[in-house]
């Protein structure tokens, strides 16, 4: 085989630049497109999680509500979940098992009773990503 001919046939068998660059346009392309769709969904997956520990957290309310015959108050708040207070003599807890969460965010969640949305029951809420109360971000249980 001449040199002439084997230099042909090794240049077929590599990548030009301009190949080179077309498959990483192409790539940048997808990635601009695939990217932001992954991108908030972590956010979403913290709102999911804000939703549950409130469902969680509700549902120890209402048993000790159950329990007691009270909810705890404002000033006690959730640690009634986690300790006994004085005079509770049918509480049955911990009712939280691993203890009361903070939110996703690194925020204690709030909790107020009597609830100034639920009249007739509490508020608890998250503030949600920006760490500000009472803003449309705010993940709650009304």
């Given at each position: 085989?001449?040199l002439?001919?084997?230099?042909t046939?090794?240049?077929r068998r590599?990548f030009?630049l301009?190949e080179?660059l077309?498959?990483?346009?192409?790539?940048?392309?997808?990635a601009?497109?695939v990217?932001p769709?992954?991108?908030?969904r972590?956010?979403?997956?913290?709102?999911?999680?804000?939703?549950?520990?409130i469902?969680?957290?509700?549902?120890a309310?209402?048993s000790?509500?159950?329990d007691?015959?009270?909810?705890?108050?404002?000033?006690d708040?959730?640690?009634?979940?986690i300790?006994q207070p004085?005079?509770a003599t049918?509480?049955?807890?911990?009712y939280?098992?691993?203890?009361?969460?903070n939110?996703?965010?690194g925020?204690a969640?709030?909790?107020e009773?009597p609830?100034?949305n639920?009249?007739?029951?509490?508020?608890?809420?998250?503030m949600?990503?920006?760490?500000?109360?009472g803003?449309e971000?705010?993940i709650?249980n009304?």
């Amino acid at each position: 085989m001449s040199l002439l001919h084997r230099t042909t046939r090794v240049s077929r068998r590599a990548f030009s630049l301009v190949e080179m660059l077309l498959v990483l346009v192409i790539l940048a392309t997808l990635a601009a497109i695939v990217i932001p769709r992954f991108a908030g969904r972590s956010e979403q997956a913290k709102e999911t999680a804000a939703k549950t520990q409130i469902s969680a957290l509700s549902t120890a309310l209402d048993s000790f509500e159950v329990d007691n015959g009270y909810f705890p108050s404002s000033s006690d708040g959730l640690n009634e979940l986690i300790v006994q207070p004085d005079g509770a003599t049918n509480w049955r807890g911990p009712y939280m098992k691993q203890g009361i969460p903070n939110d996703p965010w690194g925020a204690a969640y709030l909790y107020e009773y009597p609830g100034t949305n639920n009249a007739d029951g509490y508020d608890l809420s998250s503030m949600g990503p920006d760490g500000r109360a009472g803003t449309e971000d705010d993940i709650t249980n009304w």
